[in-house]
T-cell receptor
């Protein structure tokens, strides 16, 4: 089942913060986050394995609440380069079957 | 540069025609995947290959076939193209399935008229 992302779209001014949420109805082994710019391929940002860890990547970080099957992506002091569509993707484990992607969150950063 | 290479980048087909999308990775990854992306739908899995010699259906396999030719190459074939197969197709690879980040190819934009 496809994870549910919220919000569907966000418009920010440069320097503002954003949070993108992702929830799943089934038990997860890992949650992935990707960013896709218009006309390009998705690019891997980070993976969170079950255990509730929080990861950071420059000013982008994420958390994973295993009990609630929820993950959040945090973008602080947003830059123009952060614009794009953000996807979370779920993996339930047990083999190499593919990730299930959410429908995406469109992030627009304005000067 | 290391990565995933897809060909062609663009293709227009007439309904009923066939074609093969090619994908190759040079990162020595075990797992490879084919996704399609349609507006507002996210990425949906068509087929995947956990390792050389194995392939399995994903969420939307109807109308497609795949071949894992060797560890590097994973091709997607449309036997009789339909307008509903108009989409952007991405190939991806991973070293450890869902426990590792995916690397995507640049995509193939396919239009079926």
């Amino acid at each position: 089942q496809q994870p549910v992302q919220s919000p569907q779209a966000v418009i920010l001014r440069e320097g503002e913060d954003a949070v993108i949420n992702c929830s799943s109805s089934k038990a997860l082994y890992s949650v992935h986050w990707y960013r896709q710019k218009h006309g390009e391929a998705p690019v891997f940002l980070m993976i969170l394995l079950k255990g509730g860890e929080q990861k950071g990547h420059d000013k982008i970080s994420a958390s994973f609440n295993e009990k609630k099957q929820q993950s959040s992506l945090y973008l602080t002091a947003s830059q123009l380069s952060y614009s794009g569509t953000y996807f979370c993707a779920n993996y339930s484990g047990g083999g190499a079957d593919g990730l299930t992607f959410g429908k995406g969150t469109h992030l627009i950063i304005q000067p | 540069n290391a990565g995933v290479t897809q060909t062609p980048k663009f293709q227009v087909l007439k309904t009923g025609q066939s074609m093969t999308l090619q994908c190759a990775q040079d990162m020595n990854h075990n797992s490879m995947y084919w996704y399609r992306q349609d507006p507002g739908m996210g990425l949906r899995l068509i087929y995947y290959s956990a390792s050389e010699g194995t392939t399995d259906k994903g969420e939307v396999p109807n109308g497609y076939n795949v071949s894992r030719l060797n560890k590097r190459e994973f091709s997607l074939r449309l036997e009789s193209a339909a307008p509903s197969q108009t989409s952007v197709y991405f190939c991806a690879s991973s070293a450890l399935g869902g426990a590792w980040g995916y690397t995507f190819g640049s995509g193939t934009r396919l239009t079926v008229v």
